[in-house]
């Protein structure tokens, strides 16, 4: 079965200090892995792709088939990093979504 | 602005009741596709349209039923409403489906009372 999981729902940083958001997912085929981002209820925007390999906002995400991982990370957090972070997986047509992880980053 | 139209943007509605949401996908774009996110369930995959035709069915209750029309625009109607069905619904588009990104609309706030 396609399963994304985030076992984090809270991560709590100081401004400065690295991130990362743990993706772990369940999938038969090959994978293909997004990060998404929401502030504050709003709509979610595409943070990167692993096919893209292309460093957002300073975060980066890297594909571990050995590990069924995908976390994310930015070496030094910013308040502005604050959000809700959704990690998807493409299983067919639709994407499955984890169930977040709350980054909130205070100075 | 991703380009995805929602509407309406908030609807408060009382139990029993029956809503429609509608969704204009982005120019181009043939598929859309929707999600209801909630505090306690997170983001869950509804239904998926491509070019008029039901692609893929996810959580979606049988209360709830989806249709996308020729000119590709979506709606989401929702009927016997119960007070747990008061979340945030998205709508999103693609242009096809396969290895195109998604793009979500800002959503539609239903509050069931």
């Known amino acids: 079965a396609q399963r994304v999981t985030q076992p984090e729902k809270l991560l709590s940083v100081f401004k400065g200090a690295p991130v990362e958001l743990k993706c772990n997912y369940s999938y038969s085929g090959s994978p293909e892995l997004f990060w998404y981002v929401q502030y504050s209820r709003q709509r979610l925007q595409l943070l990167l792709r692993?096919?893209s390999r292309e460093s957002i906002k300073g975060f980066t995400a890297d594909l571990n088939k050995g590990e069924t991982s995908f976390h994310l990370k930015k070496p030094f957090a910013q308040e502005e990093d604050s959000a809700m972070y959704y990690c998807?997986?493409?299983?067919?047509?639709?994407?499955?979504f984890g169930k977040g992880t709350t980054l909130s980053v205070s100075s | 602005d991703s380009g995805v139209t929602q509407t309406p943007k908030h609807l408060i509605t009382a139990t029993g009741q029956r809503v429609t949401l509608r969704c204009s996908p982005r120019?181009?774009?043939?598929?859309v596709y929707w999600y209801q996110q909630s505090l306690d369930q997170g983001l869950q995959f509804l239904i998926h349209?491509?070019?008029?035709?039901?692609?893929a069915k996810g959580n979606i209750l049988e209360r709830f039923s989806a249709q996308q029309f020729p000119d590709l625009h979506s709606e989401l109607n929702l009927s016997s409403l119960e007070l747990g069905d008061s979340a945030l619904y998205f709508c999103a588009s693609s242009v096809t489906g396969y290895g195109n990104t998604i793009y979500f609309g800002e959503g539609s706030w239903l509050t069931v009372v």
């Open positions: 998807a997986l493409q299983a067919g047509t639709a994407l499955i």
């Open positions: 692993h096919i």
């Open positions: 349209y491509y070019n008029g035709e039901e692609r």
């Open positions: 120019s181009g774009d043939l598929s």
